[in-house]
C-alpha cells in the first residue's frame, strides 16, 4: 500500500521559516523520485531517488531546499525566507510508474493529503 503523509504546516510571518515532511510508506519510497507541489499542482521542487539531483521553481530558488533522509522514508522542505504568496496546501508526490519530467505534476503517481501553509504580511 502505497501512503505519503506530511507534516509541518502552520501559520508563520512573512520572512519566517517552515520546514515541511513527507513520511512516505517504505513500498512508495525506495528509490524513487518525490516532489513537493502547492495549491493547484503547482510545481515547487523535486528530488531524484537518491538525493543527487533536485530541481526548483524559479519562485523558490534559493529560498527553499529539498532533501530526503533515506533511513525514514522521509523527504523534507526547508522553507526560508517565506512571502504571503507561498500561502497554499503543500503536496508531496511520488513518481513510481513515470519516468516523465520531474516538473509535472501529471508524472507522479500517489500524492499525499497535504499540508496548509499560512504567511500573514
Known amino acids: 500500500q502505497v501512503q505519503l503523509v506530511e507534516s509541518g504546516g502552520g501559520l508563520v510571518q512573512a520572512g519566517g521559516s517552515l520546514r515541511l515532511s513527507c513520511t512516505a510508506s517504505?513500498?512508495?519510497?525506495?528509490?524513487?523520485?518525490m516532489g513537493w507541489f502547492r495549491r493547484d499542482r503547482e510545481f515547487v521542487a523535486a528530488i531524484d531517488w537518491s538525493g543527487d539531483s533536485t530541481y526548483y521553481a524559479d519562485s523558490v530558488k534559493g529560498r527553499f531546499t529539498i532533501s530526503r533522509r533515506n533511513a525514514k522514508n522521509t523527504v523534507d522542505l526547508q522553507m526560508n525566507s517565506l512571502k504571503p504568496e507561498d500561502a497554499g496546501v503543500y503536496y508531496c508526490?511520488?513518481?513510481?510508474?513515470?519516468?516523465?519530467?520531474?516538473?509535472?505534476?501529471?508524472?507522479?503517481?500517489?500524492w499525499g493529503q497535504g499540508t496548509q501553509v499560512t504567511v500573514s504580511s
Open positions: 517504505a513500498r512508495a519510497f525506495s528509490g524513487y523520485p
Open positions: 508526490a511520488v513518481q513510481i510508474y513515470n519516468r516523465a519530467s520531474l516538473l509535472s505534476p501529471v508524472s507522479y503517481d500517489y
